[in-house]
C-alpha cells in the first residue's frame, strides 16, 4: 500500500513534441505529490508539486494531472526540448513522512 | 551556499571492507535521510533522521548504520560491505516536520560506490 508505481520506464520523444509519465498509488492518506528532475552526475532536484485537492498545476512547460479518484497522477511536458533529457520520479508522502519515490522514467528528447 | 554536500564523490572498496559515506547540510533543516539509487528501483530510503538526535530505519536498513552527529551532519557506515552494496548513495535534508508541500526534500550529488 506504499508503492508508488511509474511507467513507462523510458521515454524517447521527438524535439517539440509532448512527454507523458504516470504514476499510481494505493495508500489514499498520501497528501503530496512531487516530481523530482535527475540528470546524469547529479541528485534529483524538484521540479514540481501538487496537493490533493487541486486537478492540475502548471509551472512553464511542466504540468502535473492529478486524478484523486483514479489515484493516478503524470507529468506533462509541453514543447519537449533536448535539455529535457534527464531521469524524472514521481513520489509521495503523507502527513510530512518519508518520500517514497517511484522507479524513474528515463526521458530522452531527441533533436 | 552549498546546500547538501556528500563526501567522498567516488568510492571502490573490496567485500568486507568498511567505510564512512559523510553528509552536511548548511539549511538549518531538522529531518536528514539516506536513500540508494539502483536501476530500476528508483530510490530507496535507508535510514533517517527526523531531527538531531533520533534515528530510524526506512525500506532498507540491513547492512548499514548511521550517526546524526548533530544538527547539520548525518553519516552512512558499511560495516562489511558487500557487492549487493553497490550503488549511487544520495543523502537528502528537509525543514520542520518532514517531507511535505512547505518543506521539499533536497539532495546531495550522491557518492557513487562499487564494491568487488
Known amino acids: 500500500q506504499q508503492q508508488v508505481k511509474q511507467s513507462p520506464q523510458s521515454l524517447i520523444v521527438q524535439k517539440g513534441g509532448i512527454s507523458i509519465i504516470n504514476c499510481a498509488y494505493e495508500n489514499t492518506a498520501f497528501d503530496y505529490f512531487p516530481w523530482y528532475q535527475q540528470f546524469p552526475g547529479k541528485g534529483p532536484a524538484l521540479l514540481i508539486a501538487?496537493?490533493?485537492?487541486?486537478s492540475e498545476k502548471k509551472e512553464g512547460r511542466f504540468t502535473i494531472s492529478f486524478n484523486k479518484s483514479a489515484k493516478q497522477f503524470s507529468l506533462h511536458i509541453m514543447d519537449s526540448q533536448p535539455g529535457d533529457s534527464a531521469t524524472y520520479f514521481c513520489?509521495?508522502?503523507?502527513?510530512?513522512?518519508?518520500?517514497?519515490f517511484g522507479q524513474g522514467t528515463e526521458l530522452s528528447v531527441k533533436p | 551556499n552549498a546546500g547538501v554536500t556528500q563526501t567522498p564523490k567516488f568510492q571502490v572498496l573490496k567485500t568486507g571492507q568498511s567505510m564512512t559515506l559523510q553528509c552536511a547540510q548548511d539549511m538549518n533543516h531538522n529531518s536528514m535521510y539516506w536513500y540508494r539509487q539502483d536501476p530500476g528501483m528508483g530510490l530507496r530510503l535507508i535510514y533517517y533522521?527526523?531531527?538531531?538526535?533520533?534515528?530510524d530505519k526506512g525500506e532498507v536498513p540491513n547492512g548499514y548504520n548511521v550517526s546524526r552527529l548533530n544538527k547539520r551532519e548525518f553519516s552512512l557506515r558499511l560495516e562489511s560491505a558487500a557487492p549487493s552494496q553497490t550503488s549511487v548513495y544520495f543523502c537528502?535534508?528537509?525543514?520542520?516536520?518532514?517531507?511535505?508541500?512547505?518543506?521539499?526534500?533536497?539532495f546531495g550529488n550522491g557518492t557513487r560506490l562499487t564494491v568487488t
Open positions: 513520489a509521495a508522502s503523507m502527513q510530512g513522512g518519508k518520500l517514497i
Open positions: 501538487i496537493r490533493p485537492d487541486v
Open positions: 533522521s527526523a531531527s538531531e538526535g533520533t534515528t
Open positions: 537528502a535534508s528537509s525543514g520542520r516536520g518532514g517531507t511535505g508541500y512547505n518543506s521539499p526534500l533536497h
